[in-house]
Structure formats: structure tokens, C-alpha cells
């Protein structure tokens, strides 16, 4: 467990072990749940992910190229659980 120090203008600075451990790197932006009994949950604010950042996990993974039809069928069998 990790003590921290309040200042007079009640901030407080996370270790580096710490930001790393959560994955916040300078610039991120951190969330805090107040919990019950005066407890909070601190974790690494994640902004919702974008299409273009989704194609882009895909790009020159492979060279096949589907039709609208088989892109559609394969979404299909995925809703449905199929394989």
C-alpha cells in the first residue's frame, strides 16, 4: 500500500510506480468513484475507442478481400454465436 502526502492546497502527487501500474501516462485524465464508508476507486480514464481506431488494428493483417455479402453474413453467424 502507498502512502501519499496532501498539501496545504489539498493535491496529491502519484508516485511514478503508481501511474505506471495504472496505465496513466502525462497528459491522461483520471477517473475517482466515491465509494461508501469515505473509500474512493482510482482508475486510468479510457475514452470511448473510434472506427478508424478499430480498422486500424486490422490493417495488412491479411490480403483477402470480402464483399459487402460476406462481410454481412460473417457479422450475422457472430450476433448468432456461430462460427
Known sequence: MATLTVTERGQVTFRKEILQHLGIKPGDKIELELLPDGRAAL????????IDGFLGLLAE???????????????????????
Open 43 to 50: 482508475s486510468a480514464a479510457r475514452p470511448p475507442g473510434t
Open 61 to 83: 493483417k491479411t490480403t483477402t478481400v470480402a464483399t459487402i455479402d460476406q462481410i454481412n453474413a460473417a457479422a450475422t453467424q457472430g450476433w448468432a454465436g456461430e462460427e
